[in-house]
């Protein structure tokens, strides 16, 4: 059996983050028993981003979403949310990585502000 790519996708992500903000803290948070293994989120001066696998994708929620601009246009998922914004990624979907690199920089400097 292959790897399952949404292990690969958060292995990705979290590479993508410390190129981003280099300080960045990475925690498990919200640990239950139908997820022992917790939800990773990344914080640099105030939480950044959260990363959760579901069986059909990987969901990126920014905390402060809506307060960033997305020229790339990834976010693509909890538009309506007054604060959050979040990015669905599914199998075979390619993520932009300079575009997630640009946004998690946006959100640190926000967090700084």
Do not use: H, Q
């Not at 803290?25 to 105030?46: H, I, L, Q």
């Not at 402060?64 to 979907?93: H, M, Q, W, Y």
Request: net charge negative; with cysteine; hydrophobic share 45%.
């Amino acid at each position: 059996m292959s790897t399952d790519w949404r292990s690969d996708l958060v292995e990705r992500v979290r590479s993508l983050i410390a190129t981003a903000e280099p300080a960045v803290v990475e925690e498990a948070k919200w640990r239950k028993a139908s997820n022992p293994d917790g939800v990773p989120t990344f914080s640099a001066d105030g939480l950044i981003c959260t990363v959760e696998t579901y069986k059909d994708k990987v969901k990126l929620t920014f905390a402060k979403g809506a307060s960033l601009a997305d020229p790339a246009g990834l976010f693509n998922a909890s538009l309506d949310a007054g604060t959050r914004r979040a990015i669905d990624v599914f199998e075979g979907e390619e993520l932009d990585g300079d575009a997630l690199v640009a946004l998690v920089r946006e959100a640190v400097a926000l967090n700084r502000s």
